[in-house]
Structure formats: C-alpha cells, structure tokens
C-alpha cells in the first residue's frame, strides 16, 4: 500500500502564500498521477491540480495561474505552490496518488489551509 501525509498548510491573509507538501511512503515504485483535492466546508471534494510521472498537468479553473504543481520523483514528493490566496481556498488540502497500472486511488490525511485577515 501507499501512504501520503501531507504538510505546509496553516492560517494565510488574503494575498498571501503557501507551499503543501506531500510526501509518499509503502510501495511507491510506478507511481504516476499525484495531485491535490480540496474540500471546503459544506462542500464536495474537488480537484485543484494534478501531475503525472512525465510531467503533465491539469489544475482546475479556479485556481489557474495561482496554484502550481510540482513533484521530485527521486523523494517521491510531489508539491503545491499557492499563491494569492483567497478566502475561497480555505479547505482542508488532500494530496491523492494513483499507480500506472493500479486500480485504487491513496489519500493523504489532510492539511488545514485558512485565508482569513
């Protein structure tokens, strides 16, 4: 099996930053699609962004040119840059990974990101 904890959230004004961390342990060989859901309050889990092994990405909508995804293979890491946050990021992050030829989808824990003043 696969374990992912994530790190690096926290409480943010508007307009700040933040870096999530997601770091995989367990049987991480062939692992190919790592990425980010959020869940708010009240409201369904939802993609933020998404990387395969080769490098594609896929973010969503409302956080495209504010979010970037990134991920070092060899740490089997893969990373959330945020910037210019807004109140509407305020979630709980969920770090997800998935193996090429694998059926079954890990989730992380969760990581608390707050955008208030």
């Known amino acids: 099996q696969v374990q992912l904890v994530e790190s690096g959230g926290g409480l943010v004004q508007p307009g700040g930053s933040l870096r999530l961390s997601c770091a995989a342990s367990?049987?991480?060989?062939?692992?190919?699609?790592m990425g980010w859901y959020r869940q708010a309050p009240g409201k369904q889990r939802e993609l933020v962004a998404t990387?395969?092994?080769?490098?594609?990405?896929n973010y969503a909508d409302s956080v495209k040119g504010r979010f970037t995804i990134s991920r070092d293979n060899a740490k089997n890491t893969v990373y959330l840059q945020m910037n210019s946050l807004k109140p509407g990021d305020t979630a709980v992050y969920y770090c997800?990974?998935?193996?090429?030829?694998?059926?079954?989808?890990?989730w992380g824990q969760g990581t608390q990101v707050t955008v208030s003043s």
């Open positions: 367990g049987i991480i060989f062939s692992l190919d699609v």
């Open positions: 990387m395969t092994s080769g490098g594609s990405t």
């Open positions: 997800n990974a998935k193996h090429t030829y694998g059926f079954t989808t890990y």
